[in-house]
Nanobody, 115 residues
Framework: QVQLVESGGGLVQAGGSLRLSCAAS????????MGWYRQAPGKQRELAAR???????NYADSVKGRFTISRDNAKNTVYLQMNSLKPEDTAVYYC?????????WGRGTQVTVSS
């Protein structure tokens, strides 16, 4: 069993910043990647940012230059620093972990950006 616990969501004004954290615990072996997906109301879930075990990152075009993903391997924790937030960033953000071909998901944390 793998558990992912997200924190750091909330309400922020446009132009502000938030930092999301996700701590993984349980039977964790050979993590290949961790990341953040997001789902806005009425839209499909989409990748926001992802980081592999080697440190390679990729981002959705809509967040490039504003979001930064990082990871503390010793703590099995992944972070998402979100700057210059826009109302269109409003969504539930889900932490993910991929290990041995299996994807695990957190319950999500709400991020709301007011205009």
């Amino acid at each position: 069993q793998v558990q992912l616990v997200e924190s750091g969501g909330g309400l922020v004004q446009a132009g502000g910043s938030l930092r999301l954290s996700c701590a993984a615990s349980g039977s964790i072996f050979s993590i290949s990647a961790m990341g953040w997906y997001r789902q806005a109301p009425g839209k499909q879930r989409e990748l926001a940012a992802r980081i592999t075990n080697s440190g390679s990152t990729n981002y959705a075009d809509s967040v490039k230059g504003r979001f930064t993903i990082s990871r503390d391997n010793a703590k099995n924790t992944v972070y998402l620093q979100m700057n210059s937030l826009k109302p269109e960033d409003t969504a539930v953000y889900y932490c993910t972990l991929f290990s041995r071909g299996i994807g695990y998901w957190g319950r999500g944390t709400q991020v709301t950006v007011s205009s």
